[in-house]
């Protein structure tokens, strides 16, 4: 829960006979779901999928949606990972592959990564929608995230990189699930939408790419309310509902 707090009343004279009376915010009040309280003059919502799901009072409702996304994970050895030590991280096109699941545009594949179990794994997600991917309760996404996500987007995906990659010795194939917002500009929102208020969400399936440099730039436009970057902030500005 987010709460305005602290209000101060100010006058200022606009005529002679006439006198302007307004508020000035001092600071917001956060109450997590455990009771803790924070304050904070300023704050900066980086919700991601949850900003439509949960409650905050200083946030008019955004134009996003929030979609279901698969991905496989191939577990491989430590003999394997020193095999592919100079795999690059590859984006590949539909065009370029054969018997893609429904509506994918392509497919992202990532070098081999440490994770905290302490494996070595592979990971190859899609691009584009999935089927009937849009999500529109908090409980769904509760429920996406405790399944084993899209079964063909991880029985074809996975063959495929088994299939790409000469003599890939794997151990074990498991389906990983997350969520990803997109909005109508293709392009993350950036805003300061109030003195008080910044967000910076919606990362278009594209988050991990960006997210160092949106956090930059939305940091700084909360803190001092100046953008700094060479892209135009109109570019980056929140569409609501």
Same mark, same amino acid.
């Given at each position: 829960?987010?709460?305005?707090?602290?209000?101060?009343?100010?006058?200022?004279?606009?005529?002679?006979?006439?006198?302007?009376?307004?508020?000035?915010?001092?600071?917001?009040?956060?109450?997590?779901?455990?009771?803790?309280?924070?304050?904070?003059?300023?704050?900066?919502?980086?919700?991601?999928?949850?900003?439509?799901?949960?409650?905050?009072?200083?946030?008019?409702? $955004?134009?996003? *949606?929030? /979609?279901? &996304?698969?991905?496989?994970?191939?577990? @491989?050895? +430590?003999?394997?990972?020193?095999?592919?030590?100079?795999?690059?991280?590859?984006?590949?096109?539909?065009?370029?592959?054969?018997?893609?699941?429904?509506?994918?545009?392509?497919?992202?594949?990532?070098?081999?990564?440490?994770?905290?179990?302490?494996?070595?794994?592979?990971?190859?997600?899609? $691009?584009?929608? *999935?089927? /009937?991917? &849009?999500?529109?309760?908090?409980?769904? @996404?509760? +429920?996406?995230?405790?399944?084993?996500?899209?079964?063909?987007?991880?029985?074809?995906?996975?063959?495929?990189?088994?299939?790409?990659?000469?003599?890939?010795?794997?151990?074990?194939?498991?389906?990983?699930?997350?969520?990803?917002?997109?909005?109508?500009?293709?392009?993350?929102?950036?805003?300061?939408?109030?003195?008080?208020?910044?967000?910076?969400?919606?990362?278009?399936?594209?988050?991990?790419?960006?997210?160092?440099?949106?956090?930059?730039?939305?940091?700084?436009?909360?803190?001092?309310?100046?953008?700094?970057?060479?892209?135009?902030?109109?570019?980056?500005?929140?569409?609501?509902?």
């Amino acid at each position: 829960i987010i709460t305005e707090m602290g209000h101060v009343l100010k006058e200022k004279k606009v005529l002679s006979n006439s006198t302007l009376s307004y508020f000035i915010c001092v600071y917001w009040q956060i109450i997590t779901e455990k009771g803790h309280v924070l304050k904070a003059k300023k704050v900066l919502f980086c919700t991601g999928a949850f900003t439509e799901f949960k409650k905050f009072d200083p946030l008019k409702k $955004l134009k996003i *949606q929030v /979609n279901k &996304e698969t991905a496989a994970m191939l577990r @491989i050895s +430590e003999e394997e990972k020193d095999r592919l030590s100079s795999m690059p991280t590859l984006l590949m096109f539909r065009n370029d592959l054969a018997d893609m699941p429904a509506a994918a545009k392509g497919a992202y594949i990532l070098p081999p990564i440490k994770y905290p179990d302490g494996h070595w794994y592979l990971k190859i997600g899609h $691009l584009g929608t *999935q089927r /009937n991917p &849009e999500v529109g309760t908090l409980e769904e @996404i509760k +429920e996406w995230y405790y399944s084993d996500g899209d079964q063909e987007v991880l029985d074809k995906y996975s063959r495929f990189l088994i299939d790409i990659i000469p003599g890939l010795k794997v151990k074990e194939v498991t389906g990983k699930t997350c969520i990803t917002c997109d909005s109508p500009s293709d392009l993350p929102y950036i805003d300061r939408i109030s003195p008080t208020v910044t967000v910076a969400v919606v990362g278009n399936g594209r988050g991990a790419t960006i997210c160092d440099e949106v956090g930059r730039i939305a940091a700084e436009l909360s803190l001092t309310g100046k953008w700094n970057s060479e892209l135009p902030p109109k570019l980056f500005e929140a569409i609501f509902a």
